[in-house]
Nanobody, 123 residues
Framework: VQVVESGGGLVQAGGSLRLSCTASGRTSSSYSVAWFRQAPGQKREFVAAIAGSDDSTNYAASLKARFTISRDNAKNAVSLQMDSLKPEDTAVYYC?????????????????WGQGTQVTVSP
């Protein structure tokens, strides 16, 4: 299974970005997918997840008001819409997937990982 992220880049504070994640090998709709992020010198942290069976979602409490995870079956992808971005959102964002129907916050729950995409928010 190959997981690929796209959509990162440079944006000013207050702006928006939309990240996309595709998982090859099976249709994206059958995977549970999560987004994590890691800022320089920081631990990897959970951002959001969507379960494969029912599209139930789970968010980091501090991000729920600004970030939205969704599945686009037509594109065989899972997106992360990020609004009202802040400089502290600057990080490498990773997509992770598993065949199990979960939306957990633990990195160990996901079996397949992408290489990450850089998101930089300027003041």
């Amino acid at each position: 299974v190959q997981v690929v992220e796209s959509g990162g880049g440079l944006v000013q504070a207050g702006g928006s970005l939309r990240l996309s994640c595709t998982a090859s090998g099976r249709t994206s709709s059958s995977y549970s997918v999560a987004w994590f992020r890691q800022a320089p010198g920081q631990k990897r942290e959970f951002v959001a997840a969507i379960a494969g069976s029912d599209d139930s979602t789970n968010y980091a409490a501090s991000l729920k008001a600004r970030f939205t995870i969704s599945r686009d079956n037509a594109k065989n992808a899972v997106s992360l819409q990020m609004d009202s971005l802040k400089p502290e959102d600057t990080a490498v964002y990773y997509c992770a997937a598993t065949q199990w129907s979960i939306n957990g916050q633990g990195a160990h729950e996901y079996d397949y990982w992408g290489q990450g995409t850089q998101v930089t928010v300027s003041p």
